[in-house]
Nanobody, 124 residues
Framework: QVQLVESGGGLVRPGGSLRLSCAAS????????MGWFRQAPGKEREFVAA????????DYTDSAKGRFTISRDNAKNTVYLQMNSLKPDDTAVYYC?????????????????WGQGTQVTVSS
């Protein structure tokens, strides 16, 4: 069965960095767009970034542009989210997700499978 396991979250001070990882199994990883979403308390789950099957295309929410970088290693079945210059507003549970096909979507309903999430807290 499909499994997505995130890691790398934690507590970081404003301006700091974290690298999230998502290890995938149970499907042909290179056949799918992969995305990162986040959900803060009391808010809806929102798109953060996505990457095409062979890393040719990436897309980011406006607040992540210039600070976050999504990447993937198809040999390791892993997708990453490097987060720099973190702000308190970045505090949320971050989820890795598998798109339902090879298209980058912003709508979380277009993603077929989800990890359990990893908490990112940005606070001084």
């Amino acid at each position: 069965q499909v499994q997505l396991v995130e890691s790398g979250g934690g507590l970081v001070r404003p301006g700091g960095s974290l690298r999230l990882s998502c290890a995938a199994s149970g499907f042909t990883f290179s056949s799918y767009v992969m995305g990162w979403f986040r959900q803060a308390p009391g808010k809806e789950r929102e798109f953060v970034a996505a990457i095409s099957r062979f890393s040719g295309n990436t897309d980011y929410t406006d607040s992540a542009k210039g600070r976050f970088t999504i990447s993937r290693d198809n040999a390791k079945n892993t997708v990453y989210l490097q987060m720099n210059s973190l702000k308190p507003d970045d505090t949320a549970v971050y989820y890795c997700a598998r798109s339902s096909n090879g298209v980058i979507y912003y709508d979380p309903r277009k993603y077929a499978d989800w990890g359990q999430g990893t908490q990112v807290t940005v606070s001084s």
